[in-house]
């Protein structure tokens, strides 16, 4: 898709997962399964994987422990990102940016088109950086993970992704 891998050495990062959700738990959390497993398939480090409810302080708990352990690198959320009332990643996680990566949502809505069409406007997802550490909110189907994955996340999660990817950048993210 546009990328090309380089001479590179795989460079693991340490990545965790947060599924935000009011019904689902470890046996039924499918979407949240699949991002560890696409994590641990790709060779990155599995740091941690939560589920917290679509509740706005408690989502940002769970976030700022993560943004604040040096052993996190990578947060990927999946569920709470649609329009309704319980619906609120996106509100919980945007004051505790530090910068937002707008392209990301941009790129999630046109690729998830592809697959579903118009209704890929009821999406909020969501990127940025936050203490050095990304940040990336996905919806909370599993199909909506696997697109945002391996369309967007895998490529820009491994150092050898050209002409350029995420994963270089993160020993500069704290530069002043």
């Known amino acids: 898709m ?9 460079l693991p990062l340490k990545i965790a997962i947060l599924t935000v959700s ?3 738990n470890d046996e039924t959390d499918k979407s949240g399964g699949y991002l560890q497993e696409a994590v641990q398939e790709a060779g990155h ?8 409810p679509d509740d706005i302080y408690q989502m940002r708990a769970a976030f700022s422990a993560w ?17 309704t009332g319980r619906d609120s ?3 919980a996680i945007a004051p505790l940016l530090d910068k937002e ?3 990301f949502g941009e790129l999630y809505r046109q690729l998830s088109f592809e697959e579903i069409g118009a209704s890929t406007l009821q999406s909020r997802a969501l990127a940025g950086l936050a203490n050095g550490t990304f940040v990336f909110c996905v ?3 599993t199909g909506a993970c696997r697109t945002a994955w391996t369309k967007i996340l895998q490529p820009q999660l491994d150092i050898r992704t050209h ?12 530069e002043k």
């Open 45 to 52: 480090t599995f740091v941690e994987k939560k589920i917290v």
């Open 101 to 103: 990566v707008e392209g």
């Open 67 to 83: 943004i604040a352990d040096p052993e996190v690198e990578v947060i990927i959320s999946t569920g709470g990102t649609g329009v």
């Open 139 to 141: 919806p909370g189907s």
């Open 163 to 174: 002409p350029c990817n995420f994963a270089v950048l993160i020993p500069r993210l704290m």
């Open 22 to 24: 009011d019904s689902r």
């Open 2 to 10: 546009g990328h090309t891998h380089g001479n590179e050495a795989f």
């Open 89 to 91: 990643t996106p509100q």
